[in-house]
């Protein structure tokens, strides 16, 4: 049982880059996300410790996205900052912090630009 459960578990790992990567072409292409995937859990969180936990301003808010969203997210930010880059569009001020943000958050650091390829 345990060595089948492991052949699943290596067989999704191989299937899903490849589905999530044309969700996101699709996304893309279409202008259509997934409703399933717009929504996010909201949990809040106290700004500081001691704080007066009765006073709502002495909290802030925590989203919590899908794994789908948030992969769709940093590939359209990695396409979308490829882009931005090899098309000179980004004053070059900007690029400085622009560059940073996106090494510090990208997953998809290896993706080419355009379509997102695995």
Do not use: W
Not at 11 to 35: D, E
Not at 45 to 63: A, E
């Amino acid at each position: 049982m345990h060595r089948q459960l492991l052949t699943i578990a290596q067989h999704a790992q191989l299937i899903m880059p490849g589905i999530l990567v044309k969700l996101v072409n699709s996304s893309i292409t279409t202008g259509i996300f997934p409703s399933s995937e717009k929504h996010a859990i909201i949990t809040p969180v106290i700004k500081k410790t001691g704080s007066d936990i009765t006073q709502l301003g002495n909290y802030r808010p925590i989203s919590n996205l899908s794994l789908i969203s948030k992969f769709s997210e940093r590939m359209i930010a990695s396409q979308l900052t490829c882009y931005l880059e090899t098309n000179p569009l980004l004053p070059k001020t900007q690029c400085i912090c622009f560059t940073h943000f996106n090494k510090s958050r990208n997953l998809g650091q290896s993706a080419t630009c355009g379509r997102a390829a695995l």
